[in-house]
């Protein structure tokens, strides 16, 4: 206990399984394990795995375990020895048969060495570990098909057609699209990947199959994926959520920068970094935190956009680890700039030293903030909303959607505001057989803005209706033309 040994503990009781207690042990547990590799990496019987990046040879969750080792023969020994002690002291064998060897970089002689002492089977990548496909190289298309088929087998079949379009978004927003947000928060993933599963959340939705051709769909893709109050059906935009998620990682790389994990590259595409670097403001106090030369910490802006042409002569090496600390010490940020500046750059130089001059460190941490909430701290939520700034809103999206009407009449009125309702002005832009004007009054074209307010025997309707209620006066005039401003 707390890194001394104490008494032995016997145990008196099994647990049942799905004990809410099971998990906790299995964490004071397995935290054995992870202590004897770090212990036996302290006393030199393990070398460390290299030089920067992550000194973490085990990854533990549920019952998967990964652990990193050096491919030597003494080193193998020692894994397969801590592996062996830890199994008589807790019960916990290793079944050596179950697990497999993964070589990274090894050559045959090296991977022959780690089967004969370790005895277990070699596999090659990708390995599957928590559910996610993994490799050191690009994955392929095949193993990523998998996760498509996955969402393709949450098709409800049959049961399919007994859903109207209500039904069909509610399936679309809550199932089909919430199982690739796994794998998109792991990965940069490739867009045929977006498109594949897109297609099927398409096809589903207008017609309640895994295949539909483009005519089925009364209102277009892009649209469709928009959140209600921009006028979309709220259904997630995949390749949007993958960037808001991915910013996640960003923000934990800035904030938290003691994860294992944090010395490394991220993969993570353009627009969700660029993104990322306008929405974070850093206030600056001792300046150990704060990136000189691309993180916001001068009076709000970045220095690439004090001085563009400055930050153009220094180094990239230089710009990805300068801390302001550094950078303010001595005046290193003046050694960064190399090559000669234009009158222009010489200008930029002089503003920047005068507002580096005025600017002094204090004791406290430096703080990032999220600009986009007010709790200044990150949300893939409000990143997600982000990217959809500057958008038009859909005025009468509260009208609509926050009313108590059965959804399916909600989902009619969507379509009719949109104007993509089977009228006779649809049918004829699609050059079929329609009826040339209005079949309730003959008198003018038929739309469905007409037939919910512009047409006389609509009028009637809404007249009577409201009569009940004594607020005739509501009625549409005969002068209204659009259902969605009426209302
Ligand atoms: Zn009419």
Redesign the pocket.
């Known amino acids: 206990m707390n890194g001394e040994p104490g008494d032995i503990i016997t145990h008196q009781h099994g647990l049942h399984q799905g004990d809410p207690l099971s998990p906790m042990l299995f964490i004071i547990v397995m935290d054995v394990l992870n202590s004897l590799f770090m212990k036996a990496g302290e006393v030199g019987l393990l070398r460390p795995l290299s030089a920067r990046a992550t000194n973490h040879r085990i990854s533990l969750y549920a019952d998967d375990v990964a652990l990193f080792t050096k491919p030597v023969e003494n080193e193998l020994h020692v894994t397969k020895l801590i592996l062996d002690h830890f199994g008589e002291a807790s019960g916990l064998w290793t079944n050596l048969q179950k697990s497999c060897v993964i070589p990274i970089q090894c050559d045959q002689q090296v991977q022959q060495l780690v089967e004969d002492s370790l005895e277990c089977p070699t596999k090659g990548f990708p390995c599957t570990y928590l559910g996610m496909p993994i490799s050191h190289k690009k994955l392929r298309k095949a193993d990523l098909l998998a996760w498509v088929e996955k969402v393709a087998d949450k098709l409800p079949g049959w049961k399919a057609s007994l859903l109207n379009l209500a039904g069909r978004a509610a399936l679309v927003r809550f199932v089909l699209s919430a199982i690739p947000i796994y794998i998109l928060f792991a990965m940069n993933v490739p867009k045929w990947f977006i498109k594949a599963i897109d297609k099927i959340r398409r096809s589903f939705l207008w017609k309640g199959r895994r295949e539909a051709n483009g005519g089925c769909c009364l209102v277009a893709w892009e649209k469709v994926q928009r959140p209600l109050d921009l006028g979309g059906l709220g259904i997630l935009n995949l390749e949007i959520a993958s960037w808001a998620l991915q910013m996640k990682w960003l923000w934990l790389q800035k904030t938290t920068s003691d994860r294992p994990w944090s010395g490394l590259e991220i993969p993570t595409h353009p627009h969700a970094r660029a993104m990322f670097a306008i929405s974070i403001v850093t206030q600056v106090g001792n300046g150990r935190d704060t990136l000189f030369w691309t993180d916001k910490w001068l009076h709000g802006s970045a220095l690439p956009d004090i001085a563009p042409e400055v930050f153009m002569h220094v180094p990239k090496r230089l710009t990805n680890v300068r801390i302001v600390e550094q950078a303010l010490t001595d005046r290193t940020w003046v050694r960064d700039i190399q090559g000669g500046l234009s009158i222009y750059g010489l200008i930029e130089y002089l503003i920047l030293w005068d507002l580096i001059e005025e600017f002094i460190l204090t004791n406290e941490v430096d703080r990032h903030c999220w600009k986009h909430d007010n709790s200044g701290i990150f949300s893939s939520k409000s990143a997600y909303k982000l990217f959809f700034n500057g958008s038009i809103t859909f005025e009468p999206w509260r009208h609509l959607w926050k009313s108590w009407a059965p959804p399916k009449c909600k989902m009619f009125l969507w379509l009719a505001i949109r104007n993509k309702c089977w009228t006779a002005d649809q049918i004829a832009k699609r050059g079929l057989d329609h009826p040339v ?8 074209e ?1 739309t469905v803005q ?2 919910l307010v ?5 009028r009637e309707f809404w007249y009577i209706l409201f009569q009940a209620v004594h607020f005739q006066q509501l009625a549409p005039r005969s002068n209204e033309k659009d259902f969605a401003s009426w209302w």
């Open positions: 004007s209005c079949v309730l009054c003959d008198q003018e038929e007409h037939i512009g047409c006389v025997f609509a």
